[in-house]
């Protein structure tokens, strides 16, 4: 087997006033740090239940007793060469593909950039690329700054990029910054401008492009991190470089053995069928790495659901367009959820040769599978009712010259963007492009990305003439999360219509759900609480994080007591974290929340490389009363990663509550010296100085995090309240009209800013704000 080896916590003080109190805290990582990477989705199916048992009325001789078939040993992975002599037709197809050679070693034929003593000079740093001893060689600044030989490990892709791997000692795996143009042949950056030097998180040597944790999972088969924490070291391991037949059917030793006796096991020795019915089966496998996820541990079962391994993403506003478009790096997966093609049973392999990787058909042959002038699918298991006998592939359609651009069905319905400078995504949702709507709701549209300007306005116009007659619909999701995020009259309403409906895909419903916080209402609580039996994992854990944002935590305990046996791990894990302030109460559910929790432990337990781990169950143990382990891990956190500083405020605030507030100050401090444009460790600063009762000396740090991230609402609002128990209080309303004009949505600042304007005389002023507030959620708690 080819190896790579090594190798808010505490408590606010009474005395502070009750409005800074309550934003002591920054808001720390959630349950982990979701990261590029991930394989398919498994609708939750719940158990059928048997029919009963009717005793026959006549008298029947019992057959003799047949044994049951041994059940078959755990398969273990093989050499893939074995799959070749069954598999040629398949292995043909895989050989020189994107999967295959995903990973490999460098040498003289895998290594495409020139380092032949070439140089790159950008991003305040000048990287040489040189041969040493038949090897291939980099000479760059370090994690310290100074330039040293690096050897180049593994190469990671082949086109349009190539990345390389660089060994720095203690199993590490780095991904360097500067990447090979495969079609340009040149070096460059993928962080260009950005001005990324040994102290940015986006450098090379930095956890952030740790390949061990970040990427080698989704370029080999058979991958385990082996991350040991005592040591600090990886002793990482895979089956096989590259993406090969077991990375997706699963270990295959059973497989071997069905073949060669042709017995009785189930999918002829694997865990699971691809081609089974259910189209999710396949399309999990491939989202494993084709998603945005966070890990639920250290690779992955196959045969198990997508989210008993991996929590994916849901379309927040960071990574997705108001519309589902892709915005960040996110993959195909979560585009895909959103699509009627998902709805209607379509799967990877439909469109894509899984072993090649290319396209069914040329042009636009693959979209003709179904959208035909025969109004009927040819695809098997793909549910064609609703198709329309049409001429797609015309000029009547696609209102474009025949082979000119805007002729291919992709051009208009799978617009894309370039990541890591030079691979360009498709868009998987297939979308109906509107540049009308698009200008309203400012998100891309293919029409727009063509025509720009007055040929924009042009195109903008013609498209209304071709719609003159538009069919009435129902809300469209886009519209409304256009309100619901921009704080807009209707928002509440619109929110709630959008939950209501039944056709509405699972991953814009678990999106929504986590934008009920900001419009709380009876109503609102109704539909959370209802999503918890929802059919789809990754909406009853939205819907958890839902209801804690209304419920305390022992009111929540009878509607998450079902959910801490959850079939799927990912909500069992979500329910146990949310009921910790409740696990004194917990009562016949105590068993099965002591396992569940025990699992999300777990979970941290498998990801320690990592300081969101750390940090996690540093704040698990002390919730939990394990408070001899909360300072080892909140070290550890910091050592894991030094930049990741709601580790070290976290640290900071847990010895100012053992009374070892001097050494707090220390540690600060020197966080501030390092970091001096950290608006998180100003913010920490100034709410220190406050607790310490220097008020005017504590306004200079929060002004720098409101001004160095002008967009975090918690340092606009913790600012404005300082202002205004100062006795600066047009600054303090200022201010609060900024956070409110910048969020409609934030409640926080609409209720503070009320107040203070009806404390201070200005009850017309108040009166405004009242009402538009009244216009944005009319059934909130807060109006009453």
């Given at each position: 087997?080819?190896k790579h080896?090594?190798?808010s ?8 006033p009750?409005?800074?109190s309550?934003y ?8 982990l ?20 048992y009717v005793?026959?009325?006549v ?9 049951a078939p041994?059940p078959?040993?755990p ?7 074995q799959c ?5 037709e398949?292995?043909?197809?895989w050989?020189?593909?994107h ?11 895998t290594v495409l950039?020139d ?5 790159f000079?950008?991003e ?6 040189f041969r040493?001893d038949?090897?291939f ?9 100074k ?6 490990a593994?190469?990671f892709?082949i086109a349009?990029?190539?990345?390389y791997?660089?060994e ?9 910054g500067?990447a090979w143009d495969?079609?340009?042949?040149r070096?460059?950056h993928l962080?260009p401008?950005?001005?990324?030097s ?10 952030s492009q740790?390949?061990?944790f ?6 080999t088969?058979?991958?385990q ?8 070291t990886?002793?990482?391991?895979w ?5 090969g037949?077991q990375a997706?059917?699963?270990p ?17 020795g ?11 089966t396949e399309?999990e ?14 690779g992955?079962?196959v045969g198990k659901r997508?989210?008993?391994d ?8 960071e990574?997705?367009a108001?519309d589902?478009?892709i915005k960040?790096e996110v ?9 009627k ?5 379509v799967?990877?392999?439909?469109c894509?040769?899984p ?10 042959g693959?979209?003709?599978q ?10 098997p298991?793909v549910?064609?009712?609703g198709?329309?006998?049409?001429d ?10 025949a082979g000119q651009p805007g ?8 617009p894309?963007?370039f ?9 998987h949702?297939f ?9 309203k709701?400012?998100t891309?549209d293919?029409c727009?990305t ?5 040929a924009?306005?042009a195109?903008t116009?013609?498209?209304k003439?071709?719609?003159?007659n538009p ?8 519209e ?5 995020r921009n704080g ?10 959008q939950?209501q ?13 986590a ?8 109503q609102a609580l ?13 909406v009853r854990?939205s819907?958890?994080r839902?209801?804690?944002g209304f419920?305390?935590?022992p009111?929540?305990v009878p509607l998450?007591?079902p959910?801490l046996?959850?079939?799927?791990k990912a909500?069992?894990?979500a ?7 409740a ?5 016949a559910a ?6 569940a ?7 941290q337990?498998?990801l ?6 750390n940090?996690?169950l540093a704040m698990?143990?002390?919730a939990?009363?394990?408070?001899a382990?909360v300072?080892?891990?909140?070290r ?7 930049d990741?500083f ?7 605030q847990w ?13 600060l ?12 460790l ?8 406050i ?14 995090a409101a ?6 609402a918690q340092?606009g ?18 201010q ?7 969020q409609?949505?934030n ?6 800013l009320?107040?203070?304007?009806l404390d ?17 959620n009319p059934?909130d708690?807060?109006l009453?």
């Amino acid at each position: 087997m080819p190896k790579h080896k090594k190798n808010s916590i505490s408590p606010a003080p009474d005395s502070l006033p009750p409005l800074i109190s309550r934003y002591l805290f920054p808001a720390t990582a959630g349950l982990l740090l979701l990261v590029m990477a991930g394989l398919g989705w498994f609708l939750f199916a719940s158990t059928p239940t048997p029919a009963p048992y009717v005793t026959p009325s006549v008298a029947v001789t019992p057959a003799p007793p047949v044994a049951a078939p041994a059940p078959a040993p755990p398969a273990r992975m093989v050499d893939e060469q074995q799959c070749q002599g069954c598999h040629t037709e398949q292995v043909k197809d895989w050989q020189g593909s994107h999967h295959q050679l995903a990973m490999q070693v460098a040498d003289e034929h895998t290594v495409l950039a020139d380092f032949k003593d070439s140089t790159f000079k950008g991003e305040n740093e000048t990287t040489r690329f040189f041969r040493k001893d038949a090897g291939f060689w980099v000479n760059a600044p370090g994690a310290d700054g100074k330039n040293a030989d690096f050897k180049v490990a593994y190469t990671f892709g082949i086109a349009p990029l190539q990345q390389y791997l660089i060994e720095v000692g203690e199993g590490r795996l780095q991904a360097l910054g500067v990447a090979w143009d495969t079609e340009k042949n040149r070096w460059f950056h993928l962080y260009p401008g950005q001005g990324v030097s040994f102290k940015n998180p986006l450098h090379w040597s930095k956890p952030s492009q740790n390949a061990n944790f970040m990427c080698v999972e989704c370029h080999t088969t058979g991958y385990q991190r082996n991350f040991d924490a005592a040591t600090n070291t990886f002793a990482s391991q895979w089956n096989s470089l590259g993406v090969g037949c077991q990375a997706c059917h699963g270990p295959a030793s059973n497989h071997l053995e069905w073949a060669a006796k042709k017995g009785d096991l189930i999918h002829a020795g694997f865990a699971v069928d691809l081609k089974d019915k259910n189209a999710t089966t396949e399309i999990e496998t491939c989202a494993r790495c084709h998603s945005r996820r966070a890990p639920l541990g250290d690779g992955f079962t196959v045969g198990k659901r997508l989210m008993d391994d991996y929590l994916p993403s849901v379309l927040t506003r960071e990574l997705y367009a108001l519309d589902g478009k892709i915005k960040d790096e996110v993959f195909e997966h979560g585009s895909f959820l959103q699509s009627k093609m998902f709805d209607k049973g379509v799967r990877c392999s439909n469109c894509h040769n899984p072993h090649s990787n290319e396209l069914k058909a040329p042009g636009n042959g693959v979209c003709l599978q179904c959208h035909n002038t025969a109004g009927k699918t040819t695809v098997p298991g793909v549910d064609g009712k609703g198709l329309q006998a049409k001429d797609y592939d015309s000029p009547e359609h696609h209102r474009h010259a025949a082979g000119q651009p805007g002729s291919q069905c992709v051009d208009c319905h799978m617009p894309g963007k370039f990541y890591m400078g030079n691979d360009f995504r498709h868009d998987h949702s297939f979308s109906i492009p509107n540049p009308e709507r698009a200008k309203k709701l400012g998100t891309p549209d293919a029409c727009l990305t063509c025509h720009q300007g007055k040929a924009g306005d042009a195109v903008t116009a013609q498209f209304k003439l071709w719609n003159a007659n538009p069919t009435a619909q129902a809300p469209r999701y886009d519209e409304s999360l256009w309100l619901i995020r921009n704080g807009q009259p209707g928002a509440a309403q619109a929110l709630y219509e959008q939950l209501q409906r039944s056709n509405l895909p699972a991953i814009q419903r678990a999106t929504l759900l986590a934008e009920l916080v900001l419009y709380p209402s009876e109503q609102a609580l109704k539909l959370a609480t209802k999503d918890l039996a929802n059919s789809d994992p990754q909406v009853r854990e939205s819907a958890i994080r839902a209801v804690s944002g209304f419920l305390p935590a022992p009111e929540r305990v009878p509607l998450y007591a079902p959910l801490l046996s959850d079939p799927v791990k990912a909500v069992r894990i979500a329910a146990a974290r949310d009921l910790l302030a409740a696990s004194n109460s917990l009562g016949a559910a105590q068993s099965r929340w002591n396992a569940a929790i025990a699992e999300y432990e777990k979970v941290q337990l498998s990801l320690l490389e990592r300081a969101e781990a750390n940090l996690n169950l540093a704040m698990l143990y002390q919730a939990s009363g394990r408070t001899a382990e909360v300072e080892p891990m909140l070290r550890a956190a910091i050592q894991r990663d030094g930049d990741f500083f709601p580790a070290l405020v976290t640290l900071v605030q847990w010895l100012e509550s053992r009374g070892r507030a001097q050494e707090a100050q220390a540690l600060l401090a020197q966080g501030l010296k390092a970091h001096p444009d950290s608006a998180l460790l100003q913010h920490t600063q100034g709410l220190a100085l406050i607790r310490a009762g220097n008020t005017a000396q504590a306004m200079p740090a929060l002004r720098n995090a409101a001004r160095l991230e002008p967009l975090n609402a918690q340092y606009g609002y913790v600012l404005a309240v300082a202002l205004y128990e100062g006795g600066k209080i047009d600054e303090a309303c200022a201010q609060l009209e900024q956070l409110i004009k910048q969020q409609p949505a934030n409640r926080n600042a609409r209720l503070a800013l009320i107040q203070y304007y009806l404390d201070n005389g200005q009850e017309p002023k108040a009166q405004v704000l009242l009402q538009g507030w009244k216009k944005l959620n009319p059934e909130d708690p807060a109006l009453k």
